[in-house]
């Protein structure tokens, strides 16, 4: 298994700018999610889904659209680039058995490093 | 807001040497997590712990939880340099629905 993968590893964007983040697991998740990283500080969650069909809003969703079309795939937009979500992206995923989210370890992607200028 | 703090932000030791780390936490939860980071990668979970235990342990780790006092503590003993990195308590706050939320972390530095 590759686990969870995203991409790009770095992107550099100008203010206005529009793109996508991309995130993929293959071990049939049904919880994932997106952390925003900013320095020296710990992770804060952006939006989150509980399987296909289903998302909602993490703790700073402003800014940002997330999707989840299939079980794989959670793709997060960027709106509007501005220079406050510069910043490093997570995603991660879990089983979610049953039960809430923290019942299970939870797998992370490399990040995605973003610039926005 | 976020739900776990750690204390303290930055803990320097030598080799050898254990390491404790606390987190606490505001509202009731289901679980705690423990993840390690290092530097510039993505996180790496350690240990769960649920509400209804007390203490785990696995291989140098060793993790107490009081919910009384709404407080975990991570204990890593006989440290390795390869033991640098930042650590993170997570939480799923009893209300917080599907939301799991971190702390800020503790950095560790093992000194050769």
């Known amino acids: 298994n590759a686990g969870v993968t995203q991409t790009p590893k770095f992107q550099v964007l100008k203010t206005g700018q529009s793109m996508t983040l991309q995130c993929a697991q293959d071990m049939n998740h049904e919880y994932m999610s997106w952390y925003r990283q900013d320095p020296g500080m710990g992770l804060r969650l952006i939006h989150y889904?509980?399987?296909?069909?289903?998302?909602d809003q993490g703790e700073v969703p402003n800014g940002y659209n997330v999707s989840r079309s299939t079980t794989e795939d959670f793709p997060l937009r960027l709106l509007s680039a501005a220079p406050s979500q510069t910043s490093v992206y997570f995603c991660?995923?879990?089983?979610?058995?049953?039960?809430?989210?923290?019942?299970?370890?939870?797998?992370f992607g490399p990040g995605t490093r973003l610039t926005v200028t | 807001s976020q739900q776990g703090e750690e204390d303290p932000q930055a803990l320097s030791i030598q080799e050898g040497e254990n390491a404790t780390m606390n987190c606490s936490y505001k509202t009731s939860i289901n679980n705690l997590q423990w993840y390690r980071q290092n530097s510039g990668r993505g996180l790496v979970h350690l240990i769960l712990i649920r509400s209804n235990e007390r203490e785990k342990h696995s291989g140098r780790l060793r993790v107490t939880l009081d919910t009384s006092k709404k407080s975990s503590s991570l204990l890593i003993t006989a440290s390795r340099a390869a033991d640098t990195a930042s650590y993170f308590c997570?939480?799923?706050?009893?209300?917080?629905?599907?939301?799991?939320?971190f702390g800020e972390g503790t950095q560790l530095t093992v000194n050769p």
């Open positions: 889904s509980v399987g296909a069909g289903i998302t």
């Open positions: 997570a939480t799923d706050g009893a209300t917080s629905g599907s939301r799991l939320t």
């Open positions: 991660a995923s879990n089983p979610l058995a049953g039960g809430s989210p923290g019942s299970y370890e939870q797998y």
